[in-house]
């Protein structure tokens, strides 16, 4: 028949069909099948002698209701067929018809189905031809008669096994269960950095819940300063799931606010109390359903000066030491007190004498940048505890576990270091010949971990003992009072690993607390020097991007009883899944990196001055005029001494935008162009401790290379 002559009509009308070639019969269909999506019917599948007629209902989603069809599809629309009609087995009847393109697109139409063509993935069989569609008809069972009426009415009809029925109806199942899956699951919505949103409730349930927002979200950040939010909600989350049950019942976690109520100074209710009765009153109430007194460890976040530290009361229940693990009572030690004296602190290249906040002094510009931690700065006057560095335990003092140290435990690089990133030292106490008769003892201390090693905190552990002797008379009334002193609680500065820059002082903070658990101090003799390799740089450089996946994490948990996944924004993590990236500068930058397989430098080149660590040598500089797309492009640099250095070399002027600019994507503001960050390796150069930075452009604009010797 021409197409164009074709007219559709009622496949029940037969006016028009000589009588002996008329017939009819329907049959109960259970449903019609144009996979992946299914419909129900309204009344049998009629079988005539002009073709196939099929009702049922269509829901209409956008009016919210069900909407008739009736399909009239004529014999010589249907190209192929394939059926099983059902015998002694138990496998379903089916019709399959196989449609011209033109019919496909009528079924379709009249079934509100997409233009868009159907994933034949998701169909029982393919075809060769793109032309044909496949609508599959399922009975209960079908008559004797029924058969040999569907038989007569195709030539084109193919019978196949009870097994080829029973692959195409799981297949069906199949796609069944992958659509029912794929409309059970969130639709996703990917948040801007810049939208003032709720994020999530941690703990989700009960009573002391955080709410993150986005801005502590952002903080994360590199080179981001963290936030109180952040400190407090990993603090909680690693009590919940990192601390064994039972000695998370022996621990607790104030919040980063306990020690800053602590010291502030308020109107006194009473004018007759001490100071140190003052302060006590002004967080009394945080400890009304809780007994300090029966925990073993008490944490307690500090962020003094814009920095962020960490100190652990250690058995404020014991009056004295005892063994570690058998609890019998042992000599006190005899301490060393340190003589006051101020020690330089080292952050990467830089050194700093700290200074105490009453000096007065400030601090040099480019270390009183938004952003980082400072060591001192414009704070209000804290009300704490006067204080002497001799007060605290000094580090000469004599402990026969922890004196004697490995000798590759001490001479190892520390951990504030990419290069110390592969074996941190053991926390178990070193006991060498004789010493291993004297048993690991715990008492009673205050115990200070702080990146930045060298700032005094007496009065901080001055200000935490008046805290303990208040609350001791508080929770224990009608026991003997006790008064916490410097012999009775010793402070003590453990030798910890240590920041490498201003901003990080946060992750060490939260990273100190993890390892306090996971990898537990065994011996408590001071002083304490076996942690100074206690975790890589690595491991605590990753915390940033380790964070932000455990929001998302948890994040998701709670939008499974949502209609929509919620998906944070791609910011710059200083890793990218857990390896060290490297970021291109936000300023027009140049790369150079020493290619291996050189000879070593001549000490007559120019890149070689036996008097200075430090030598530059200049390169032109970069193009000044914007360029429509930014690139990176190698350039080889090859100096007299035959060491050869690659300079990527940025060919657009102008800051690229960074990943947290509010949209997530990442956009550069000119022309939208991208670079992706590079994977580094930790110690890679080819000449070990040596290290190619990029100095500041010099009065002739041209861009200098530094290469920083130990």
């Known amino acids: 028949m021409n197409n164009e002559d074709f007219t559709r009509d009622d496949v029940l009308d037969l006016s028009d069909v000589q009588e002996a070639e008329k017939f009819s019969t329907s049959i109960t269909c259970s449903s019609v099948r144009l996979v992946p999506f299914r419909f129900e019917l309204t009344e049998p599948i009629y079988f005539t002698s002009k073709g196939i007629r099929i009702s049922g209902i269509v829901q209409d989603i956008e009016n919210d209701k ?45 079934l509100q189905l997409p233009d868009d063509p159907l994933d034949d993935r998701d169909t029982p069989y393919k075809s060769s031809t793109v032309h044909t569609r496949r609508l599959i008809l399922l009975f209960d069972s079908i008559s004797l008669s029924a058969r040999e009426t569907i038989k007569s009415m195709f030539n084109c009809l193919d019978e196949i096994s009870s097994a080829d029925a029973a692959e195409i109806i799981e297949r069906i199942a199949d796609s069944d269960r992958k659509t029912l899956d794929k409309n059970t699951q969130p639709s996703s919505r990917q948040l801007r950095a810049d939208e003032q949103v709720n994020l999530l409730m941690y703990p989700p349930k009960g009573t002391g819940s955080l709410c993150i927002r986005m801005e502590d979200y952002v903080c994360l950040t590199k080179e981001s300063y963290l936030n109180d939010i952040i400190i407090d909600f990993y603090l909680l989350w690693l009590r919940n799931n990192l601390i064994p049950e039972a000695q998370r019942e022996r621990t607790h976690i104030f919040s980063t606010f306990f020690y800053k109520r602590l010291t502030t100074l308020t109107r ?54 005892v063994t570690y693990d058998t609890n ?43 952003n980082i931690c400072r060591i001192a700065d414009d704070e209000s006057e804290r009300d704490e505890a006067e204080g002497d560095d001799s007060d605290m335990a000094s580090d000469d003092s004599e402990n026969s576990n922890s004196a004697k140290e490995p000798a590759a435990s001490t001479a190892s690089t520390p951990a504030s270091t990419p290069s110390a990133a592969s074996q941190p030292a053991s ?55 006790h008064v916490f002193n410097k012999d009775n609680m010793p402070g003590h500065c453990v030798k910890v690993p240590q920041q490498n820059n201003f901003t990080d002082c946060g992750l060490y903070l939260l990273q100190y607390v993890e390892h306090f658990f996971s990898d537990p101090i065994r011996d408590y003799r001071l002083p304490i020097k076996q942690l100074t390799n206690w975790f890589d740089f690595l491991t605590v450089t990753k915390k940033r991007e380790d964070i932000a996946n455990l929001i998302q994490q948890l994040m998701d948990d709670g939008d499974k009883q949502q209609q929509q996944r919620r998906i944070l924004p791609v910011i710059e993590f200083p890793t990218l899944n857990g390896q060290l990236v490297e970021y291109p500068e936000d300023t027009e930058s140049a790369e150079f990196e020493e290619e291996e397989g050189h000879d070593d430098e001549d000490p007559g080149s120019e ?27 190698p350039l080889a640099v090859t100096t007299t001494s035959g060491k050869r250095f690659v300079l990527k070399r940025r060919l657009q002027n102008g800051s690229l935008s960074s990943p947290s600019n509010g949209n997530g994507n990442g956009d550069s503001s000119n022309g939208g162009s991208t670079i992706m960050p590079q994977l580094v390796a930790t110690g890679t150069n080819s000449t070990p401790g040596t290290a190619t930075h990029l100095a500041p452009r010099g009065p002739s604009g041209g861009l200098k290379i530094r290469k920083i010797e130990p």
């Not at 140190?276 to 008490?298: E, G, N, P, S, Y």
């Not at 080292?346 to 940048?369: C, E, F």
């Not at 930045?452 to 009072?481: F, I, M």
Request: proline share 8%; aromatic share 6%; glycine share 4%.
């Open 66 to 110: 069900d909407d008739k069809f009736t399909l009239n599809i004529h014999k010589h629309e249907v190209i192929k067929v394939i059926a099983h009609f059902g015998n002694a087995d138990k496998t379903q009847p089916l019709v399959t018809l196989y449609l011209l393109k033109t019919c496909a697109q009528y079924v379709k139409t009249e």
């Open 268 to 321: 006194p209710a009473d004018m007759k109390q001490t100071a140190a009765q003052k302060r006590h009153a002004r967080v009394q109430k945080w400890t009304k359903l809780v007994d300090i007194f029966d925990k073993d460890f008490i944490i307690v976040p500090i962020n003094e000066q814009s920095h962020w530290f960490l100190a652990i009361i250690c058995f404020p229940n014991l009056k004295g030491p």
């Open 328 to 370: 019998q009572p042992v000599e006190p030690q005899q301490l060393k007190r340190p003589r006051g004296k101020k020690v330089s602190l080292q952050i990467g290249n830089t050194t700093i004498t700290p200074l105490s906040k009453r000096d007065g002094a400030a601090l040099p510009a480019a270390l009183t940048a938004d």
């Open 427 to 481: 926390s178990g106490p070193a006991r060498v010949g004789k010493q291993d008769e004297i048993p690991a003892v715990k008492q009673p201390l205050i115990l200070i971990f702080d990146s930045l090693a060298g700032a005094s905190r007496s009065r901080v552990v001055a200000t935490l003992r008046d805290y303990l002797t208040c609350e001791y008379r508080v929770k224990k009334p009608d026991a003997q009072a």
């Open 607 to 633: 890149l070689h001055d036996e008097n200075n660590a430090v030598t530059e040598m200049e390169v032109d500089p970069v193009n000044e005029e914007p360029m429509p797309e930014a690139k990176v492009t």
